[in-house]
């Protein structure tokens, strides 16, 4: 067990099924947190949507279990409060990604237009855990969903305990401004980070796809949606606004014309 700043314990494993797992086992074993739990690798990583995330030496797979005070309802809202402290960890230690760096809806982040991080929120009972996985060395290829890292973009070889002792004071910070502040202040920030707001965008359902203009987010977090059709507003549509919430999805960028 390592300390990091602010007295928050990190436990740094050389290998692991995955991050998030051990933190749920941890937490139903009674583990309070909040715990940061680190490995060099993991065998099992897991994305969003039941994807396999590639979690090869060199880069950085952290998950933070921890134990919110705000009512359950409110927790999806973490995935933002991730995001932004990722966000404002790596502009700390990079000044150059400023400008760079954009958040990409739900839980992504951004690096010169292609995929530099994501995150898993998982919670149940009254803990949650936000899994950070971070491209600092190594970049799965994917051409559906462009990729990049940190040494790619900035050349710089990164210290994955840096990182994360950065990492690890932002979080404190956002997480704390979210209990007292609630959402309004993180969808603030959010949003001057968001990239594609405003314009038209792709969303792929499990089922389906739906195309409009990106107007915003929702007060818990969910995806406005214009939609470009008449045929779209009859579903979920918010009668006041024209607008559809969205909850969950991959947002792509429309083609021009398409
Ligand atoms: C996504 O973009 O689909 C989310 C990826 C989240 C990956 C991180 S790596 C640390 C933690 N452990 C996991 O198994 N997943 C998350």
Redesign the pocket.
Known sequence: MIALGGGVPCLWLDQVD????EARRRAMNGAQGPLWICARV?E??????G?Q?V?KDGNL???LLYRPVRPLSQRAQLSFVAALALHDALTHVFESLSGRLFCKWP??LLLDGA?LA???LESEQDWVVM???VNLLHAPDDSERPAISLQKATGLAIDRLDMLKALSRSTQIRVAQWEEEGFAPIREDWLARATGLGSDIVVRLEENELRGRFCGLADDGALLLRPRSLGLEGQAADPHEGMIRITAGDVFPALKGA
């Open positions: 995955s991050t998030n797992d993991q099992k990583g897991r994305g969003r949507r994807r995330w979690s797979f952290a998950s839980n992504d995929k994501g995150i898993l899994g950070l996985g």
